[in-house]
């Protein structure tokens, strides 16, 4: 992501920098709004070019800071480790002295971490690893329908994974559902009209059609706007400076949205004029952007591999609806 998607939070009168905000927070936000960074809140005091300038509200009551952008997700290899860890915690008969020796952990944290790792198989029946996954469904307090998958793949193939299924179901159901995918698993909220067998829900991407459903999904993401942005500035379709000065990001937003209007009308038309699927064009940005959600904020071809070695029977399914909520962690 550009340097425009995040503001640098300094606070005053240090003049040291605290942390960041999404760019569309710092924008929507005014000066005397109090926000939490950490454990502490902060309340601004005025919002610069790149930067917001706050003190410390002392214990004001504060709002919680929304991100649009995503941060990296765990890549495949640290995913295999973990999840590798987890079994070995969960089937080794000395699990804390393991964790003791090999993760350097003191005794607390390594009963900690035993004690997690045992509930989730208390509750699941088994451990979910990179050759396991689990389809998790229960209800909430509530009253609602969760639907936990634990794919410990990383959260680029798991947010592919997330989107694609929320679509799926969106055109299935015609029903628009919440999704959300961690580097463990992904949940997705369900309602009374989503009745079906568990089990069904492993199969309802296959290779065949996931990068068209993905690509559709994609397209209404925060991640396509933000990646959009980064691409026309990048190809200068979208100047960064004028005049020896940069350009203030909301100005570079409004005028990256006004080239997105002009070569890529069905993304930003009203969705109650659009029969059928949105129409994609052919145009250089418009393919970088979509590469850059498919392969970099998402990893299109880990969620090919896994449909493949489900279809092949070489990655066990489990299926389980359980009753009591908290046991099994995602």
Request: aromatic share 6%.
């Amino acid at each position: 992501i550009p340097d425009t998607a995040q503001y640098q939070v300094i606070a005053e009168p240090e003049g040291s920098v605290i942390g960041s905000l999404d760019e569309d927070y710092a924008i929507e936000s005014m000066a005397g709004d109090i926000v939490l960074l950490g454990s502490t809140s902060w309340k601004i005091r005025r919002i610069e070019p790149g930067r917001v300038r706050v003190e410390n509200a002392h214990g004001a009551a504060p709002s919680i800071p929304f991100w649009l952008g995503a941060a990296p997700g765990r890549t495949r290899e640290l995913s295999a480790e973990v999840a590798q860890l987890r079994h070995d915690i969960a089937e080794s008969p000395d699990a804390l002295q393991l964790l003791q020796r090999d993760c350097g952990l003191d005794r607390a944290a390594a009963e900690q971490a035993q004690l997690y790792v045992h509930a989730g198989k208390a509750a699941l029946g088994v451990v979910p690893t990179q050759d396991c996954i689990v389809a998790e469904r229960f209800f909430d307090d509530g009253g609602g329908m969760q639907l936990v998958i634990h794919s410990p793949f990383g959260a680029r193939i798991n947010k592919a994974w997330g989107l694609a299924l929320r679509k799926r179901f969106c055109r299935t159901f015609n029903f628009e559902l919440q999704a959300a995918a961690t580097d463990n698993g992904l949940v997705l909220s369900l309602s009374d009209q989503h009745s079906f067998p568990l089990e069904v829900v492993f199969s309802f991407l296959n290779t065949h059609t996931v990068e068209h459903v993905l690509t559709q999904a994609l397209l209404a993401s925060p991640m396509f706007g933000a990646r959009w942005k980064w691409n026309a500035g990048r190809a200068l379709a979208v100047p960064r400076f004028s005049g020896g000065r940069k350009v203030p990001p909301p100005i570079q937003r409004m005028r990256s949205d006004d080239l997105l209007a002009s070569v890529f009308p069905d993304q930003v038309a009203c969705a109650e004029n659009l029969t059928g699927e949105i129409r994609i064009p052919k145009h250089p940005l418009v393919d970088e952007t979509i590469s850059n959600c498919l392969h970099e904020a998402m990893d299109l071809d880990g969620l090919v591999d896994i449909l493949d070695r489900m279809g092949e029977g070489t990655l066990r399914t489990v299926s389980v609806d359980t009753r009591e909520i908290g046991r099994a962690h995602v």
